[in-house]
């Protein structure tokens, strides 16, 4: 797709999602949020539903949580418009409960719409419902900073997925804050790879194994958060690589990820009113 036909994709299924009553979750809702992002990224950040502030504006992660999640990607010197961010869920559950499986299996077409209109090379899941999706049977505790390849019935005809913590878990609990700017430091590495293994396949569909689980913890037992989870490549991977260039010109080359500045020792309260998807 050219950029035009990808923002044009973009915005139709917006227009269908603020109009969708195919789940009880509507009759609740103040908006629907599709999703927002550049459409010419090759990376794709999917949560697991809206919570209360995302609902009154209609827009996705723009709590504490989608603070956070901001600071995760300046962290590796991504900016949130560099790439697309939505939800497994469009509309938000009362009182933030867990997106249940037939309002998943609602929304699951308009999800997959979205990825077969980016085409993305990674997406990264935010949390264990968005994990679900992707890694099937996966415990959040051991797969998180681990990439494997995703199914092309998702809608991503070949990319790989990349698991994170909810940033909401990491407001929470502070070893899941440390796990997840761990974690977030490989995702350039992960685009990197994906990127290289589908330019191998576009020239000899034989010569690109599948995507490998190369970010696997070496050191942590499972469900050990605060272990570093791989290693971040000293790659210069930008998020957006097909802008148009009379609206979007090229991001400049950047150096390899910088580890944050260590974050207080305090847990942090969550509001029960934000983004959802604690664990």
Not at 26 to 46: I, K, L, M, W, Y
Not at 147 to 155: E, K, L, Q
Not at 158 to 182: F, G, K, M, N
């Amino acid at each position: 797709m050219t950029h035009a036909e990808r923002r044009a994709a973009l915005e139709a299924i917006a227009d269908e999602v603020r109009a969708c009553t195919r789940c009880r979750l509507h009759r609740s809702r103040t908006n629907a949020v599709p999703g927002e992002g550049h459409p010419d990224t090759e990376v794709v950040f999917v949560g697991e539903g809206p919570g209360f502030n995302e609902d009154r504006l209609g827009r996705p992660f723009v709590g504490r949580a989608g603070d956070l999640l901001v600071k995760l990607l300046g962290s590796i010197d991504w900016r949130r418009d560099e790439v697309y961010i939505t939800n497994v869920v469009k509309c938000r559950p009362p009182d933030n409960r867990d997106p249940q499986p037939d309002e998943i299996a609602a929304c699951q077409p308009y999800l997959r719409r979205q990825l077969e209109a980016l085409d993305p090379a990674l997406i990264v899941t935010l949390g264990r419902h968005s994990m679900g999706r992707f890694m099937p049977g996966a415990r959040i505790s051991d797969a998180h900073g681990t990439v494997r390849p995703a199914d092309p019935a998702t809608g991503a005809r070949d990319a790989s997925v990349y698991a994170l913590y909810h940033p909401a878990a990491a407001l929470r609990t502070p070893a899941i804050e440390r796990a997840s700017y761990e974690d977030v430091a490989g995702v350039p590495a992960a685009l990197e790879a994906s990127r290289a293994r589908r330019a191998r396949a576009a020239v000899n569909p034989r010569a690109a194994e599948p995507a490998a689980d190369v970010f696997a913890a070496t050191t942590a037992a499972p469900g050990a958060a605060t272990e570093p989870r791989g290693v971040a490549l000293a790659v210069d991977a930008r998020p957006v690589t097909r802008p148009d260039p009379a609206t979007h010109p090229v991001s400049p080359t950047v150096p390899p990820p910088r580890p944050p500045d260590p974050s207080p020792m305090v847990p942090s309260p969550v509001d029960p009113d934000d983004q959802l998807g604690l664990f």
